[in-house]
């Protein structure tokens, strides 16, 4: 804008249009939109292959047949799948579809007739009560041929990913108008167990119903955590049954803007039935503004300081009491055994201007070391959180000030420089999970999902050992810039970038580089995954330039 202004400035309209078109046309040329691929899988399966040879499909005669276990995850979900195939493809093709079906392609040598009826068959019981975990198993496979129609996976979740790569798979002929699949035979398992999007709900508030649409979102692109980021300094919209005040008091509005109990259930319901894990975060010493203004006592004054208030304050016992039964109360709303407990960005001024600290510091015999303090209270917080039977996450600070952690603490790697820090995290024998490179707020302009993609959670020098500490990654969508208007725009289809790089297989594990044939494929699937996206309603940005969505 203030280049145009000062160009303005200086030339009438007429030479301004000249002027655009000499240096825009000069120096880049027109942007041609991307040919999508028909019924091309994001996130792309370890094994894939497909044939010239393919079925119509038409979806009011789609059949699954369940030829192994079942419960109602799975029931549930061969209805949601034969909803989207019905409902996701332009109208006009299903209305003109049965009329054209047979007499098209009949006579033609790669038409191997319609698929009519598909094999659900899923090796191991399930319950309708299952959860998802980490390390569950997700492999599945898909054999489409002339004698041969089937998806096939040990457990429910696998089953899941089945359903959603098959789904992917049908494509539009716009020529023919009809539906179709090639033969196809997938061989599929994830990369790394813990792919995950991060959502803070603290800066803006997001209802209900766009947390649902994201985790939709996130099935269609296989990603198995939903990471709750869902208090910070700003707001505090969890309604806890045992301290209420925390939301009457910390959140937005005490109403509108809080999840209730049931929206919390829902929340997590919806997501176990797609295969995705809520795990919470609860951000403590740091980032609890909020929590201050329902419960008083428990945040460090300031001294001569601007800031009134800063981090939980160490020195009061009252305030491990409370996290005890804070964290009782959590540990039995969410299932999820594993909690983050956040960590980072603690600001230590506060806790220098406050006498009360210096002198508590100084019983503990750690006068003047800030880390040692915060080292303190986390060790505390994990050792009431470990009793309870959850498991802890924390922000890559906890680690770096040496906070002593045991090798099943998982360490969360955020900040730049982080092919150091994955290596020194897994030399000291902790898991890891990456999400430095997969910013969702950081806005690098047109395709920028490309540098999401060329970032890889084995890039660090290591062991092979080190390696397998890698648990996976997150893409976090920070809010402070996006409320529910702009929230699914911001996120899709930049993190079906993140998600590819959790699930499919790369190359060479010590040199995890990308190549321009690997992105050049993704361009196009994900091309074609942003027009599906947009046909289930998930309103995703363009991927990468002018475009089309038929
Ligand atoms: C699917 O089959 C069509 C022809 O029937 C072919 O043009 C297309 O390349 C095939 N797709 C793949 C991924 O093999
Ligand atoms: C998942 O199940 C498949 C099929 O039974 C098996 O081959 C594979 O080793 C299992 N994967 C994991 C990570 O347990
Ligand atoms: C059909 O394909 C599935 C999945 O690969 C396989 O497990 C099954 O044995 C196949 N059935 C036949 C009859 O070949
Ligand atoms: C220090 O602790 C005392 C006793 O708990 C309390 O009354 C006082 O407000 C505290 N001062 C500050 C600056 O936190
Ligand atoms: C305090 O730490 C110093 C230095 O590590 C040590 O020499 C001293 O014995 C400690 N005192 C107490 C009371 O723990
Ligand atoms: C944690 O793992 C490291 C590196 O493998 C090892 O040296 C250390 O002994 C382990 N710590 C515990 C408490 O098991």
Redesign the pocket.
């Known amino acids: 804008m203030y280049i145009l202004f000062l160009i303005r400035r200086t030339m009438d309209i007429p030479k301004l249009f000249l002027f655009a078109f000499l240096v825009l046309g000069i120096s880049c040329g027109p942007l041609l939109p991307i040919e999508p691929t028909k019924g091309g899988v994001v996130p792309l399966p370890q094994n894939v292959r497909q044939t010239e040879e393919f079925f119509t499909v038409n979806p009011s005669l789609l059949q699954f047949k369940i030829t192994g276990f079942t419960c109602s995850i799975l029931d549930e979900a061969l209805i949601r799948y034969w909803k989207l195939i019905s409902n996701s493809h332009s109208s006009h093709i299903l209305r003109r579809f049965s009329h054209r079906l047979e007499t098209l392609w009949t006579e033609r040598s790669l038409y191997l007739g319609r698929l009519d009826v598909l094999n659900v068959h899923l090796d191991e019981k399930c319950k309708d009560d299952d959860i998802p975990k980490l390390f569950m198993n997700e492999s599945y496979r898909i054999e489409i041929s002339a004698t041969n129609k089937t998806l096939r996976a040990t457990t429910v979740w696998g089953m899941l990913r089945a359903l959603e790569s098959f789904s992917q798979l049908i494509y539009e002929d716009e020529q023919t108008a009809t539906l179709r699949l090639n033969s196809t035979h997938i061989d599929d398992y994830p990369r790394f167990p813990h792919r995950g999007l991060l959502l803070d709900t603290s800066r803006h508030f997001i209802p209900v119903k766009y947390i649902l649409k994201t985790l939709d979102a996130m099935s269609y692109n296989k990603l198995n955590v939903f990471h709750w980021h869902i208090v910070d300094d700003q707001s505090f919209p969890f309604k806890s049954e045992s301290y209420p005040a925390l939301s009457d008091k910390g959140a937005y509005h005490p109403v509108e803007a809080v999840y209730q109990p049931d929206d919390v259930e829902q929340i997590i319901e919806y997501a176990r039935k797609r295969g995705i894990r809520v795990m919470v975060e609860f951000d403590t010493p740091g980032h609890t503004l909020s929590w201050g203004r329902g419960i008083s006592g428990i945040l ?2 300031c ?1 001569g300081i601007s800031d009134e208030y800063g981090p939980m ?1 160490p ?2 016992p009252k305030v491990f009491q409370f996290l005890s039964n804070f964290f009782e109360e959590i540990s039995k709303v969410f299932p999820e055994r594993y909690i983050h407990l956040g960590g980072d960005e603690v600001p230590f001024d506060c806790w220098q201007s ?4 210096t002198k508590f510091m100084q019983t503990l015999n750690i006068t003047g070391d800030y880390a040692a303090l915060e080292s303190y209270f986390i060790k505390k917080l994990i050792d009431i959180v470990t009793i309870k039977g959850l498991n802890p996450i924390v922000w890559e600070e906890v680690f770096d000030n040496g906070v002593k952690l045991s090798n099943s603490t998982i360490v969360h790697v955020w900040k730049d420089g982080y092919t150091n820090t994955m290596n020194k995290a897994t030399k000291a024998g902790k898991p890891v999970l990456l999400s430095s490179c997969w910013y969702l707020d950081h806005l690098g302009g047109l395709k920028d999902w490309q540098n999401f993609y060329k970032c890889d959670p084995y890039d660090f020098p290591g062991t092979s050992a080190q390696k397998k500490l890698v648990l996976g990654g997150e893409a976090c969508m920070w809010s402070e810039a996006v409320n529910k208007n702009n929230l699914i725009s911001r996120v899709w289809p930049r993190a079906s970038a993140t998600a590819e790089k959790l699930w499919s297989s790369i190359t060479d594990i010590d040199e995890p580089v990308v190549d321009s044939t690997q992105m050049d494929y993704m361009a196009k699937r994900l091309e074609e995954h942003t027009c599906r996206m947009n046909k289930r309603n998930i309103e995703a940005e363009p991927a990468s330039g002018p475009s089309f969505c038929y």
């Not at 406050?354 to 600290?357: C, E, K, L, T, V």
């Open positions: 460090t004054k001294v304050d020195s009061v406050n006498p009360n600290i």
